[in-house]
């Protein structure tokens, strides 16, 4: 079990009570986003997905693995007629972007002139985004669009537009709800931020 370090002597806690700090591997990390908060921000973007795509026949692709999460709950919120697609994309090694985008798993078939929105979880550098859009503008997508959970504007490089944003967020490395440590803490339903 993941170790709640502000309340050492509860031993077995269950990781989906709150906890106010805990340790992933070497890292503390202390509460930052409750799942309250998560699901207002999924609920804003969810809306203004819907007013904007309803009847366009939208294919949503699922960045694996950190948006796994947040595109479950999006999509239950998202209450249009749409298709649901996955890719595995990777930049990420420990806590600094590798700024090397690999493609592990891509988009069989291309969504030509229906709308594309990528759901994905954070967008930092902008550095993924960037070569994955332009990937999907080459293979003849003509609409593509951005919804992300969460934006690092103090650690954006780039200058494209982000159609979707549920909350924008200081520069600290964060864990939970899909984010992931070295691959841990994806499974924890709120989000804590490096201490
Ligand atoms: P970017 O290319 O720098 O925008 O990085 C995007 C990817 O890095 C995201 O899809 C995440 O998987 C990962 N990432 C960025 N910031 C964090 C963080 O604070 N915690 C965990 N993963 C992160
Ligand atoms: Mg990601």
Redesign the pocket.
Known sequence: MYKNTDNPSSGGDSPFLFMNTLKINDKEFALYLTRHQIEQAVRKVADAITADLDGKDPLFVV?LN?AFMFASDLMKMVNIPSEIAFVRLS??VGTQ?SHVVKEKMSLDKPAGKRPIVII??????????ESYVNRLREAGNTDVRIATLLF?PG?FQKSYPIDYIGLEIPND???GYG???DDYGRNLPDIYKIV
């Open positions: 960045v950190g930049s990420y972007s994905e979880d954070i967008i930092d550098t902008g550095i993924t985004m690092k650690a490395f964060i864990v984010l992931d440590y």
